[in-house]
């Protein structure tokens, strides 16, 4: 019986840290959305090397069937990019894409494996 | 600011030239960051023809130089010789005086020959006999060698290699390119089909524009980290100097004006990093007799694989 209610507790528990990884990220602008992006890639995405590079990690996204509206991503990924080496200003918006990217990636992961390979839960 | 002319200059080059997009777009990161190239290649990869073509999209001065172990610098650079008419001697200028000069089997010439033109690569000026004179504005040299030929060749020292901004290798095309390139040679492949792409006028605005391109702070900290990288690998002997990690960044910021924007992002400089470094380092002797590596470029992959860009 006290075996049985730790597992099931431990099981709870599990189910609680995961939903808490994917639960969406509170994010203040497009800086903190694309750090988290970051974070997504470097754990959940596998063989992703420590010096990819953004335009490297969307093309792998996209050859992974990752859906995502990717126009507006890369005009995202601009506006960073202009913020970040560019010394432009902070752009307002796109963050709500990214972050919904971002959970995807952890999602995508959770799928795999929970469910086995290749599914997608958009 | 202008994103289409790599475009066209691939359009250009693809009447005469088929299958070396890529180089031909290299070569234009090269004219733009202001550098020379070094193109190496088996003969018959179509090296001169693409030199030839890509100096006929520019619009601008080309003189082709075919080096052998015979040659002095003065046939290069030029020298005095006797004017029986008026009775003095006169200057008169070599094949180097142009704005683009292809040194075709660079490695075929003796070394004084040799660090003749470098002296001009580097500044882009030539002293006979005390009478300096100065090279056109833009100057590049394309400079070919064939890696196979072993008598009768001068090997250029890791030194002078230094003062190339790039290597571009030229490998044999694939077969579907290759069938390409039989059929178009049954029809004429003549560089007179190729336009100019940019008006010399044009050119000054346009390098002015790639020197403003914007480098941030963490650019610069993240290719520190890579030029030591190159320095304590220790599948090699020698690393990135100080020139060439200078030499990347004005690549980069070619790469970031063609690309449409003033400002250079890590991808700028990785997608060249090979091109401009692989060339100037050298391998541990240890590591290649071991297998462990056996080309420079796989070490410098490695590198920008590991050491993270400003994300």
Redesign the interface.
């Known amino acids: 019986m006290i075996a049985i209610d730790i597992a099931v507790f431990v099981l709870l528990g599990a189910a609680a840290v995961a939903m808490r990884r994917i639960r969406p990220p509170v994010v203040q602008d497009l800086q903190e959305a694309f750090q988290d992006l970051d974070r997504s890639i470097t754990k959940f995405v596998p063989d992703v090397p420590a010096g990819y590079t953004w335009g490297e990690a969307m093309e792998r996204l996209k050859a992974s069937g990752v859906k995502a509206d990717w126009p507006k991503m890369e005009s995202n990924l601009a506006n960073y990019e202009a913020f970040r080496y560019g010394g432009r200003e902070m752009p307002a918006g796109g963050e709500d894409e990214v972050v919904k990217l971002s959970m995807k990636i952890r999602r995508r992961i959770f799928g795999y494996r929970n469910k086995g390979k290749g599914s997608e839960r958009d | 600011m202008d994103t289409g002319i790599r475009e066209k200059v691939q359009s250009e080059i693809r009447k005469v030239v088929i299958g070396r997009d890529k180089e031909a777009e290299l070569l234009l990161v090269s004219f733009l960051a202001g550098g020379h190239v070094l193109l190496e290649g088996v003969p018959g990869v179509s090296k001169t023809i693409l030199a030839k073509s890509f100096a006929k999209c520019m619009g601008l001065e080309f003189k082709r130089i075919q080096f052998t172990p015979d040659m002095l610098p003065m046939d290069m650079v030029g020298g005095f010789v006797f004017n029986m008419k008026e009775r003095e001697c006169e200057f008169r200028r070599g094949p180097v005086v142009t704005n683009m000069l292809l040194a075709d089997e660079i490695n075929r010439a003796p070394p004084k020959v040799q660090s003749a033109l470098l002296e001009a690569m580097q500044e882009v000026q030539v002293t006979v006999e005390g009478l300096t004179q100065k090279l056109p504005f833009p100057f590049m040299v394309i400079a070919t060698q064939n890696p196979q030929e072993f008598q009768g060749v001068y090997p250029l020292p890791e030194n002078q290699l230094d003062r190339f901004l790039m290597k571009i290798t030229l490998p044999y095309p694939d077969s579907s390119t290759e069938s390409k390139i039989i059929r178009r040679n049954l029809d004429d492949m003549d560089t007179a089909q190729v336009n100019e792409v940019l008006a010399a006028k044009e050119l000054e605005g346009i390098f002015r524009q790639v020197e403003q391109v ?1 480098v ?1 702070d ?2 610069i900290g993240y290719l520190a980290v890579v030029a030591d990288e190159t320095r304590k690998e220790k599948r090699l002997s020698l690393g990135a100097s100080p020139r060439a990690m200078v030499h990347l960044i004005h690549c980069a910021r070619a790469n970031a004006y063609l690309g449409g ?7 700028d400089i ?1 997608s060249v990093s090979s091109y401009v470094l692989a060339h100037r380092l050298k391998l541990d002797q240890s590591a290649v007799l071991t297998g462990t590596v056996a080309d420079p470029s796989q070490v410098v992959q490695d590198i ?8």
């Open positions: 914007r941030s963490e650019i924007r003033d400002f250079v992002i890590p991808e990785k920008f694989t590991k050491v993270r860009p400003p994300r």
